[in-house]
């Protein structure tokens, strides 16, 4: 029974076979060397957690996931400079830093919703240079999802193109939900960037 295991020391075979009980060193050393196992198990122990603390901010699941998936994917992108000696406290304040960046990004798509509405017949309305400004940001967009990875790209289009959701994405795509979470955050990332430059 899990419970007994408990009680008797940790050893290397036990840490191989079940990565969550790495300490915190252990954890990060492994991912820097880029063990996906422990990466894994780092995420499996930590992600729900996290999520249920930043959707408390956002007030939305959805949106939590994918700060929460954001931060993931940060970590291993960087995962070569990643140094943490206390991976629950490093985890619950960078998901903390992104929510509060969630509202600075939602301040830039309202600012840039005019642009986006020409599509939808708004453009008789609208001064002469957001028409051109509404273009270029459109060509920026696009180019930003061309370039993604064809699985990122597909996943990006399927969730917020079509209008399905994680686990309705994953079923087509025959992968998990939560990498479908990260595939989404990735593109958002990208994409982000592309309406944040000037």
């Not at 939590?64 to 993931?72: I, L, P």
């Not at 406290?89 to 960078?94: P, Q």
């Not at 453009?123 to 028409?131: N, R």
């Not at 994405?169 to 309406?195: C, D, E, F, Q, Y």
Request: with cysteine; aromatic share 8%.
């Amino acid at each position: 029974m899990p419970f007994l295991t408990r009680h008797r020391p940790v050893g290397e075979d036990d840490t191989r076979s079940n990565p969550s009980l790495l300490s915190s060193h252990d954890w990060t050393e492994r991912i820097r060397a880029g063990d996906e196992v422990a990466f894994e198990a780092m995420f499996r122990t930590h992600y729900d957690g996290l999520c249920r603390y930043v959707s408390a901010y956002l007030g939305s699941r959805d949106t939590a996931e994918d700060v929460v998936q954001g931060v993931f994917a940060r970590i291993w992108e960087d995962r070569a400079h990643w140094v943490v000696s206390d991976v629950p406290h490093y985890l619950y304040a960078a998901v903390r830093r992104r929510a509060m960046s969630q509202f600075r990004r939602a301040a830039v798509r309202r600012r840039a919703a005019p642009l986006l509405a020409l599509e939808a017949g708004g453009a008789a309305a609208a001064p002469p240079d957001a028409e051109f400004e509404g273009e270029e940001l459109r060509r920026r967009l696009e180019r930003a999802l061309t370039a993604l990875p064809p699985r990122t790209r597909a996943a990006f289009v399927l969730s917020r193109g079509e209008g399905l959701s994680y686990a309705e994405v994953a079923s087509r795509m025959a992968i998990s939900p939560k990498t479908i979470g990260v595939h989404i955050s990735r593109a958002l990332s990208v994409l982000r960037k592309a309406l944040l430059t000037s």
